[in-house]
Nanobody
Framework: QVQLVESGGGLVQAGGSLRLSCAASGRTFSLYALGWFRQAPGKEREFVATIRWSGGGTYYGKSVKGRFTISRDNYKNTVYLQMNSLKPEDTAVYYC????????????????????WGQGTQVTVSS
């Protein structure tokens, strides 16, 4: 089992920045990748970014590439999402997700490729 707890959400004006954190606990030695997804009201959950726990390779969704940065601290078992140049359309509940074990998929980007999920944190960007 892996437990995930997100923090750092809030209200920010358009053009501003926020940093989300996701602390992992439990069987963290089995982590393959940690990812961020988001879900706006009435919309499907959308892939945002992912990072390989070993090696640190990253991959981003098209809508956030160049504005968001995912990083990790292996010692703290924490993954971060630095969000810059925020837009109103970035408003959503942001979820952290963990993929454990191994995979032939270099960068998991689909919901069903992740095994554990956090409870989510709300990000609201005002215009």
């Amino acid at each position: 089992q892996v437990q995930l707890v997100e923090s750092g959400g809030g209200l920010v004006q358009a053009g501003g920045s926020l940093r989300l954190s996701c602390a992992a606990s439990g069987r963290t030695f089995s982590l393959y990748a940690l990812g961020w997804f988001r879900q706006a009201p009435g919309k499907e959950r959308e892939f945002v970014a992912t990072i390989r726990w070993s090696g640190g390779g990253t991959y981003y969704g098209k809508s956030v590439k160049g504005r968001f940065t995912i990083s990790r601290d292996n010692y703290k078992n924490t993954v971060y999402l630095q969000m810059n140049s925020l837009k109103p359309e970035d408003t959503a509940v942001y979820y952290c997700a963990a993929r454990i074990g191994t995979s032939i998929i270099t960068y998991p980007t689909s919901r069903n490729e992740y095994d554990y999920w956090g409870q989510g944190t709300q990000v609201t960007v005002s215009s």
